[in-house]
């Protein structure tokens, strides 16, 4: 089973800066890092790059990231811009 | 469409991106990737976000109308500041106000009759060309339009109006951001090389091209494989017919030609004008300040404003004044000259003035008739503007509607002027555009305005429609023993009584008599003893032709009746065609063929049954035989059912043993398959159940004991009670399979039924291979609706399976005890011989009608089998593979 690096928070007023903070966690990190977007309503661009980002740092620790209760139409967005394959996610 | 691209890009536009550096694409990339971005951010906004955008956006370009115009003109060197200003001013106010209300997020439309709703789903990344001539209108148009269908834009912009048309964006860009829109929603190319826009138009995040431009550009944009909207060429023919208000008309003209020197791809390029008026229009222009060219001036013209080599308008031309480009080519003209006039006298290379022009020259043309003048306005239509525009000034309705039929244009404007008009909200109500589809004359894949559906997807949400459904039976139903007084009530002047020799010896016909009011003349018409042909049918309605009848009385059994209702079919409706009504059809509602409803003549149907059966008296159907081809013929409508039925039980005493089994089998079994027809309702239900029940009480009584009047009646009634439901729910599998045995081999219809009914049942109370597609259909019933009558029969049995094979060994059990026979075998057929007609039967049997309304699709192979089947003949019933979860 793999075992939870980093257990984030993003806050819907500030998805970027929280993303920023999960991405510096992985550095060294191990297992799972799981982001949970429970209260986040809409994404902009900013939070795309952020999570592109993010997720392009942990492919290179080889840290799989989950993205827990994604509402529908962030969902959507990250299928459209083909992200979504990256991610795993959880309820 | 634009005429300098008509000239500059006749190059193809290569479509692979071939000499692209590393810089470029990585640029290129940026570019799609972030457009991509804010378009999958987009697809989060609701309506009123997107208005919340769209407003100050609109706006902000009204403001920067006449900046962008004066830009525009300094940087192309075409046209005149103060039309583009106006073309700005449409592009956003008149934009606006046809977009405003409309929704472009979520649900956008609703057609709650149809249970249908339109929702809308961006595009994604649009990649969009803009022209020279209209160059800021055209980017704040798309731009408005990209926001309120929650799209991003990528522009590239014709070379030559690359500054004004990036300032554009940019002065949209920033309004749009400022009000929420997802960053990088427009972005503008840089500088405008033909590898960028192939490789653009080729990309794979490009959901949309959308080319405002050249035939190049166009022809690129639909060859790259993407989706596409594109423009025509223009070549807008005028015809000013005698009957036009000309003073209004001549000034429209010089609007539309002269608005932006031109440029409108839409604006008039010959004007067609009946010679009554000729003079004096040319007159009118003259006095409006145009100058009408002589012959040398138009020669002259014609070798310098188009290009001897193409044919083409010269680039440099377009968009300049009437005074500039006279001075261009020596033609000396007074200095506020607006237009210059050419006569022409054909349309066509010889002609080179019949080409578009998009500067303020205008061809005339002298047409002697409308004849004349619509086809040199076809001709000029044909010479590079199908799909495009054209225009029509006259009082003549007729005129303006065949001018419609014959010109091939996406916009036909009507006493007003082209170009103006054509960009819609003006001066008609045509949707306010800057890109005019030209339909596939001009290489398009639309002739509308483009507007914002066509920077939609359009999800259809359609909801299942409640089939209408319906119960008709004739008005009037006498029955009960002597129920035939009841004719007493039916005046009539000439009635004809239809009916078999074997009826009239056995005095049936006498009684019938007895009831007609005396003052009636009443002719009989015997016809054979046998299933109805056509030939019979039509000397019957001689008789009723000779006797001008206005009644019929039908006495007799299924044969006799249907024959009758066809009868009075041809009598009423001679042009009936009886082939062609009898066409193959899947839903009644939406067949091909309609029965006539215009009459000749008009006749009561009074139908008697002697037998009790078919309930042909109350039914819509009739059956003829077709003995030519050894088929049964259906035809069926409402309007085949007779008016009234008496269904009066001393009529059929007299039937033979043979007959009453027969007839009370086809009666069962109307009633089990209307019962588990798709098409069966509780109206039907009601009165299949209980003629069911009928019959297994007293069908055997009547049989045993042919004299018991209470069993005979019951039966009489169980017949006609059996018929409301298959008038209504039709039959299925099995009275298909015995139209087809039974007009193959001669079995009567009664007997054919019984030696296919348990089969039927056990068919179709298995699990079916195939479901029968029907909107009336709600699951799958058949088991558990024969599992009902099996408890209305008390026949007992704890599951479903039970209880169907309870109603299998009851049926069987009642076939035998009425003496039927228990397979086709036992009727003398040699296996040999049923083989050799078996692709025949199978084929007529699916061809029948019947079985459109089964509960199971019938499969050929299944049909030849349930043949075979009922060859073999029956024994313990055998239901194969019954669904699972049947505990009733
Ligand atoms: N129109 C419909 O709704 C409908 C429905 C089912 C069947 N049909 C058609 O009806 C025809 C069969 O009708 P049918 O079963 O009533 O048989 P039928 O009308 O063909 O009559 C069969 C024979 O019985 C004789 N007969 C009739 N009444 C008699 C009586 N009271 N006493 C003695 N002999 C009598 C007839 O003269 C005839 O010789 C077929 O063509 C069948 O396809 C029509
Ligand atoms: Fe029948």
New interface residues.
């Given amino acids: 089973m793999a075992m939870t690096a980093v257990w984030q928070t993003i806050d819907d007023e500030r998805v970027v800066l929280d993303l920023q903070t999960a991405e510096e966690k992985l550095d060294g990190a191990e297992g799972e890092v799981v982001l949970d977007f429970s209260s986040v309503h ?5 939070a ?2 952020a999570l592109e980002k993010l997720v392009n740092t942990a492919d290179k620790n080889a840290v799989k990231v989950a993205l827990r209760n994604v509402n529908v ?2 969902y ?3 299928k ?2 083909k992200l979504a394959s990256r991610f795993s996610f959880v309820a | 469409m634009i005429a300098s691209e008509v000239v500059e890009e006749r190059v193809q536009i290569p479509l692979a991106a071939e000499v692209l550096s590393e810089e470029r694409v990585a640029y290129l990339e940026g570019l799609i990737n ?1 457009a ?6 987009f ?2 906004f609701s309506q009123e976000d997107v208005d919340r955008i769209v407003k100050p956006m609109v706006l902000a370009g009204l403001q920067q109308a006449q900046h962008l115009a004066r830009l525009a003109v300094e940087e192309t060197g075409i046209g005149i500041m103060e039309d583009k200003f106006l073309k700005n001013m449409v592009a956003t106010e008149f934009v606006y106000n046809y977009i405003k209300n409309n929704r472009t997020v979520g649900i956008i439309r609703e057609f709650p009759e149809s249970n249908l709703v339109e929702m809308a789903e961006p595009i ?1 990344v649009i990649f969009s060309l803009t022209p020279i001539t209209n160059p800021t209108s055209t980017v704040l148009f798309k731009c408005i339009m990209a926001v309120k269908t929650r799209n991003a834009v990528i522009f590239s912009p014709h070379p030559k109006a690359w500054r004004c048309c990036a300032e554009a964006v940019r002065i949209m860009y920033e309004a749009a951001l400022k009000h929420g829109a ?3 929603v427009f972005t503008c190319l840089e500088s405008h090389t033909l590898q960028d826009n192939a490789y653009l138009m080729q990309h794979k995040h490009v959901g949309l091209i959308d080319a405002t431009g050249g035939p190049g550009a166009v022809k690129a944009a639909y060859s790259s494989g993407k989706p596409a909207l594109g423009v025509g060429p223009g070549n807008t023919p005028v015809y000013l017919e005698k009957t036009a208000n000309v003073n209004p008309a001549v000034v429209d003209i010089i609007i539309s030609k002269t608005f932006d020197n031109g440029t409108i791809c839409a604006s008039e390029q010959t004007l067609v004008i009946d010679h009554e008026i000729y003079d004096s229009v040319l007159k009118k222009f003259a006095d409006l300040g145009a100058h009408i060219c002589n012959e040398k001036e138009t020669r002259l013209l014609e070798r310098t404003v188009i290009d001897p080599e193409t044919g083409f308008m010269q680039p440099v031309a377009v968009g300049q004044k009437a005074t500039d480009i006279a001075r261009f080519v020596g033609l000396s003209v007074k200095p506020d000259t607006k237009l210059l006039i050419a006569q022409i006298k054909g349309v066509g290379r010889e002609h080179p003035l019949s080409v578009e022009k998009l500067f303020p020259l205008l061809a005339v043309y002298r047409a002697k008739s409308t004849e004349e003048a619509l086809k040199v306005c076809i001709d000029v239509n044909h010479a590079g503007g199908l799909g495009h525009t054209a225009v029509i000034f006259s009082r003549n309705d007729q005129i303006i509607r065949k001018f419609g039929e014959v010109i091939n244009a996406g916009r036909i404007i009507v006493n007003s002027p082209g170009s103006v008009g054509a960009l819609g909200g003006v001066y008609n109500d045509l949707v306010p555009t800057f890109s005019f589809g030209c339909g596939t004359g001009g290489g398009n894949s639309t002739t509308d305005n483009v507007n914002i559906y066509h920077y939609l997807n359009i999800k259809r949400v359609a909801r299942r429609t409640q089939a209408h459904m319906w119960f008709r039976v004739p008005n009037q139903i006498y029955f009960n023993m002597n129920a035939v007084e009841n004719l007493r009530n039916f005046p009539s002047r000439s009635t004809i009584i239809v009916t078999n020799p074997a009826l009239e010896h056995m005095g049936h016909v006498d009684i019938v008599r007895r009831y007609i009011p005396e003052q009636t003349h009443v002719h009989v018409s015997v016809i054979p003893d046998a299933e109805p042909e056509v030939k019979v049918v039509m000397q019957g309605v001689e008789a009723l032709n000779f006797y001008e009848a206005d009644q019929i009385i039908a006495l007799g059994g299924g044969s006799v009746i249907d024959a009758a209702k066809i009868m009075k079919l041809k009598y009423e409706s001679p042009d009936a065609d009886l082939e062609e009504l009898a066409a193959p059809f899947l839903d009644l509602r939406k067949r091909v063929v309609r029965y006539p409803t215009e009459k000749v003549h008009r006749a009561r149907l009074i139908a008697i049954p002697t037998t009790s059966g078919t309930g042909s008296e109350v039914t819509p159907f009739a059956v003829l035989t077709d003995k030519e081809h050894g088929r049964k013929v259906t035809l069926a409508d409402y309007s085949l059912s007779p008016d009234v039925a008496i269904v009066d039980p001393q009529f059929v005493m007299s039937m033979p043993k043979g007959l009453t089994a027969d007839t009370g089998i086809d009666c069962l079994t109307h009633a089990l398959e209307a019962g588990v027809s798709s098409y069966a309702s509780p109206y039907t239900d009601s009165n299949a159940m209980q003629a069911i029940r009928m019959v297994f009480k007293y069908l055997p009584v009547a049989y045993e004991h042919p004299d018991d009047a209470e069993a005979r009646c019951m039966m009489h009634n169980a017949a006609c009670i059996a018929a409301m439901a298959f008038s209504n729910a039709s039959v299925g599998v099995n009275h298909a399979l015995a139209h087809a045995f039974g007009a193959r081999f001669g079995i009567a219809h009664g007997r054919a039924n019984a030696l296919m009914l348990p089969h039927v049942i056990a068919y179709n109370a298995s699990v079916p291979s195939k479901f029968m597609p029907s909107p009336y259909t709600q699951g799958y019933v058949a088991h558990k609706k024969y599992a009902t009558v099996a408890d209305l029969l008390g026949l007992g049995g704890h599951t479903t399976d039970e209880k169907v094979k309870n109603l299998v060994t009851a049926i069987e059990q009642l076939l035998d005890r009425l003496g039927f026979p228990r397979s086709i075998a036992d009727l003398g057929i040699s296996r040999e011989e049923f083989e050799r007609a078996m692709p025949e039967l199978t084929k007529l049997a699916f061809d029948d009608p019947s079985w459109r309304s089964n509960p199971r699709m019938p499969l050929m192979s299944e049909l030849a089998d349930l043949f075979w089947k009922a060859y073999q003949g029956r024994g313990p019933a055998k239901v194969d593979s019954m669904p699972q979860q049947q505990t009733a």
């Fill in positions: 809409r994404v902009d661009p900013s795309i790059r139409d962030v959507k967005v990250l459209l811009v | 972030q991509r971005t804010a378009a999958a951010v697809s989060q994604g997802p960053e990088g």
